[in-house]
């Protein structure tokens, strides 16, 4: 699929996830329910969210193991500047602008830094998936959607666990996957192992179970912390949910629901997660629409001031940074 064909079917997913969020939206009642809001709360987004960029440059160093050592600087810079690309730029290139921004600039091997990149999204995935399994249990919803989230509470479980068995019974695992893959066609089965073998090999990163741990637990603080934004959010809009509870489902369906691909910022997407999210206790579509606009624009801001402070300070221009997500990859898919 050509470059603009994708970006063109990621801008009608916004629209299409957009007007979900929006089509019974009463204007007025969003436009006095931002007015009303507490926006002493909604700046303090902005350092909470410059905090969850530092933690990610934190928890990014032990992901990358064996991949070598960098400066903290390069870390937030790199994360700083990928993240504020995904924001501006399509097709999300900032999860390929912050492994090359750091590979090239500490000259660690890109295969190492991207395999790290690919350890976070999927610990990220676990959290996510256990936030969203744990939360059905703690609050009314449907039979069907109960359902849902159990199920999705066992696969996080089955994730964690498989993770477990690749990383500390590495022979073990090789050996169930060759036994599996020799039962399928021989082309499709030498490229499941294949990866298998590549996952594997990005797991040693993690070279101890104090490693794995710190993983772990670098990740659920991570998301502790974006949670705490959707607290500020209830407190600025005077929001009378249980907060606890809340954060949690808000902090799982919007991090599912940015997880579809969408255009760049993802607009659409984080409008309709928050719109689900805050509908499950109660709050009004309209009201629910005014505090997904007012978080995301902070957050937006907050993201993209990171960024432009990391380029300025490396002597880079966004233009630049997007050539070389490009060029790396051309090369990739080559």
């Given at each position: 699929?050509?470059?603009?064909?994708?970006?063109?079917?990621?801008?009608?997913?916004?629209a299409?996830?957009?007007?979900?969020?929006?089509?019974?939206?009463?204007?007025?009642?969003?436009?006095?329910?931002?007015?009303?809001?507490?926006?002493?709360?909604?700046?303090?987004?902005?350092?909470?969210?410059?905090?969850?960029?530092?933690?990610?440059?934190q928890?990014?160093?032990?992901?990358?193991?064996?991949?070598?050592?960098?400066?903290?600087?390069?870390?937030v810079s790199?994360?700083?500047?990928?993240?504020?690309?995904?924001?501006?730029?399509?097709?999300?290139?900032?999860?390929?602008?912050?492994?090359?921004?750091?590979?090239?600039?500490?000259?660690?091997?890109?295969?190492?830094?991207?395999?790290?990149?690919?350890?976070?999204?999927?610990?990220?995935?676990f959290?996510?998936?256990?936030?969203?399994?744990?939360?059905?249990?703690?609050?009314?919803?449907s039979?069907?959607?109960?359902?849902?989230?159990?199920?999705?509470?066992?696969?996080?479980?089955?994730?964690?666990?498989?993770?477990?068995?690749?990383?500390?019974?590495?022979?073990?695992?090789?050996?169930i996957?060759?036994?599996?893959c020799?039962?399928?066609?021989?082309?499709?089965?030498?490229?499941?192992?294949?990866?298998?073998?590549?996952?594997?090999?990005?797991?040693?990163?993690?070279?101890?179970?104090?490693?794995?741990?710190?993983?772990?637990?670098?990740?659920?603080?991570?998301?502790?912390?974006?949670g705490?934004?959707?607290?500020?959010?209830?407190?600025?809009?005077?929001m009378?949910?249980?907060?606890?509870?809340?954060?949690l489902?808000?902090?799982?369906?919007?991090?599912?629901?940015?997880?579809?691909?969408?255009?760049p910022?993802?607009?659409?997407?984080?409008?309709?997660?928050?719109?689900?999210?805050?509908?499950?206790f109660?709050?009004?579509?309209?009201?629910?629409?005014?505090?997904?606009?007012?978080?995301?624009?902070?957050?937006?801001?907050?993201?993209?001031?990171?960024?432009?402070?990391?380029?300025?300070?490396e002597?880079?221009?966004?233009?630049e940074?997007?050539?070389?997500?490009?060029?790396?990859?051309?090369?990739i898919s080559?």
């Amino acid at each position: 699929m050509s470059r603009n064909l994708r970006i063109a079917l990621s801008v009608l997913i916004s629209a299409l996830l957009l007007w979900l969020a929006l089509r019974d939206v009463d204007w007025g009642e969003a436009w006095t329910a931002m007015r009303g809001a507490s926006y002493v709360w909604v700046l303090l987004m902005v350092p909470v969210t410059w905090w969850t960029l530092y933690i990610r440059a934190q928890r990014w160093r032990v992901f990358l193991g064996k991949v070598g050592e960098a400066p903290m600087s390069t870390l937030v810079s790199s994360t700083n500047i990928g993240f504020m690309a995904n924001m501006v730029l399509p097709l999300r290139v900032g999860e390929v602008i912050r492994p090359v921004l750091l590979s090239r600039k500490e000259g660690l091997p890109l295969s190492g830094v991207l395999g790290s990149c690919l350890l976070e999204r999927i610990f990220d995935m676990f959290c996510i998936l256990l936030l969203f399994g744990a939360s059905v249990s703690l609050v009314q919803v449907s039979d069907r959607v109960q359902q849902w989230g159990y199920a999705l509470l066992t696969l996080a479980m089955t994730v964690a666990g498989v993770l477990v068995v690749l990383r500390f019974a590495e022979s073990l695992a090789l050996r169930i996957s060759r036994a599996v893959c020799d039962l399928l066609p021989e082309r499709f089965g030498s490229a499941l192992h294949g990866f298998v073998e590549g996952f594997v090999n990005a797991l040693s990163m993690l070279d101890s179970p104090s490693a794995f741990l710190r993983a772990f637990g670098w990740t659920f603080f991570l998301w502790v912390v974006i949670g705490l934004i959707y607290v500020l959010g209830f407190w600025a809009f005077h929001m009378d949910v249980p907060t606890a509870k809340a954060a949690l489902i808000a902090t799982a369906i919007i991090a599912i629901a940015v997880s579809v691909p969408s255009a760049p910022g993802f607009i659409g997407a984080y409008q309709l997660g928050c719109v689900i999210s805050l509908a499950i206790f109660g709050v009004d579509e309209s009201e629910a629409v005014a505090y997904s606009l007012v978080l995301h624009a902070f957050q937006f801001i907050s993201v993209i001031s990171a960024g432009l402070y990391s380029l300025w300070m490396e002597g880079m221009s966004l233009g630049e940074v997007e050539a070389e997500s490009q060029e790396t990859e051309a090369g990739i898919s080559g």
